[in-house]
Nanobody
Framework: QVQLAESGGGLVQAGGSLRLSCVASGRTFSMGWFRQAPGKEREFVSGISWTGGLREYADSVRGRFTISRDNAKNTMYLQMNSLKPEDTAVYYC??????????????????WGQGTQVTVSS
């Protein structure tokens, strides 16, 4: 069982930036970020393949967020720029235990972190 731990959340003004990190306790394959705002479903934000060669983004964050990973450190990152109040949510890290799967599909992930709160004030 792989444990995932997110960090980097916080309170920021609109237009600001944050960088989220997700450290895995062991090897993972594809990884992704999801978020959940109060009263809403958990939604896909961004995903990255094991090699980093495939990266996907939700339309709402494309051009503002950048996903990356460092496999030597078992760590994934999400650089969030030009933050908006509608980005406010709990952000969750997710990972697959094997190859395959689709980055944007929540059910394709086997491991989840506890989440980190991101709050963007207007």
């Amino acid at each position: 069982q792989v444990q995932l731990a997110e960090s980097g959340g916080g309170l920021v003004q609109a237009g600001g930036s944050l960088r989220l990190s997700c450290v895995a306790s062991g090897r993972t394959f594809s990884m992704g970020w999801f978020r959940q705002a109060p009263g809403k479903e958990r939604e896909f934000v961004s995903g990255i393949s094991w090699t980093g060669g495939l990266r996907e983004y939700a339309d709402s964050v494309r051009g503002r967020f950048t996903i990356s990973r460092d496999n030597a450190k078992n760590t994934m990152y999400l650089q969030m720029n030009s933050l908006k109040p509608e980005d406010t949510a709990v952000y969750y890290c997710a990972a697959r235990s094997g190859p395959g799967g689709r980055l944007g599909v929540r059910l394709h992930y086997d491991y989840w972190g506890q989440g980190t709160q991101v709050t963007v004030s207007s």
